[in-house]
């Protein structure tokens, strides 16, 4: 079946720096990704959708240019955080639109920041 | 606006027991309808899904879910659980917008 690759699993990072993470559909071509986040014994809040070779499409209150998204081919799009603060700590997920009409999910990433 | 409410935040059953989950949604357009399960310290993965057609919906793992417009529901069922099936659940609309997640512990 469609496999979703996240990388990294766990990052830890300084405050004020800058962490991607990287989402890979590794056996099928994603035109569309998506990017969550989960808090702590909340649900997913889909932050953005991520389109190849278009920018990607925020929701309301996600700051496009806090949590920067590139998706630069069929099987890559990444997340950027920008000058990361403690409060961006959180679990980061994506997932893609596989060829099966199905949406396939990464195995997320741990952010904490420091 | 969109929401998707699951009513049981913890549930704890025994093994062979049935199971019920609710959820109920509120979306002003064509919904698709999925229940997504997370297993600890896996990531999420598709249970069923709904997009029209025969409102009873069957999915892995013996489960299923019916979709009920009138009450704008679409609750998760299966008649005899697993221990293995100690999981969170989410119920979503339309691949966007996901329950708070029900956190099923099956006893042995």
């Known amino acids: 079946g469609a496999v979703v690759s996240q990388h990294p699993s766990r990052v830890i990072c300084k405050s004020g720096t800058s962490v991607k993470i990287e989402c890979r559909s590794l056996?099928?071509?994603?035109?569309?990704m998506f990017w969550y986040r989960q808090f702590p014994k909340k649900s997913l809040m889909l932050m953005a959708t991520?389109?190849?070779?278009?920018?990607?499409?925020?929701e309301q209150g996600v700051e496009k240019d806090k949590f920067l998204i590139n998706h630069a081919s069929l099987t890559l799009s990444t997340l950027t955080v920008t000058s990361a603060h403690p409060e961006d700590s959180s679990f980061y997920i994506c997932?893609?639109?596989?060829?099966?009409?199905?949406?396939?999910f990464g195995s997320g990433t741990r952010l904490t920041v420091v | 606006a969109q929401s998707v409410s699951q009513h049981n935040h913890h549930v704890i059953l025994s093994e062979a027991a049935s199971l019920e989950l609710g959820c109920n949604y509120s979306y002003g357009g064509t919904v698709n309808l999925f229940w997504y399960v997370q297993y600890p310290g896996q990531h999420l993965q598709l249970l069923l899904k709904y997009f029209s057609g025969d409102p009873l919906v069957k999915g892995i793992k013996g489960f299923e879910a019916e979709f009920i417009k009138s009450k704008f529901s679409f609750n998760l069922r299966k008649p005899s659980v697993q221990w293995s099936d100690t999981a969170e659940y989410f119920c979503a609309v339309i691949q966007f917008y996901f329950g708070t997640g029900t956190s099923l512990t099956v006893i042995p």
């Open positions: 056996d099928f071509q994603a035109t569309t």
């Open positions: 997932s893609a639109l596989d060829r099966g009409g199905g949406y396939t």
């Open positions: 991520s389109n190849e070779g278009s920018k990607a499409t925020y």
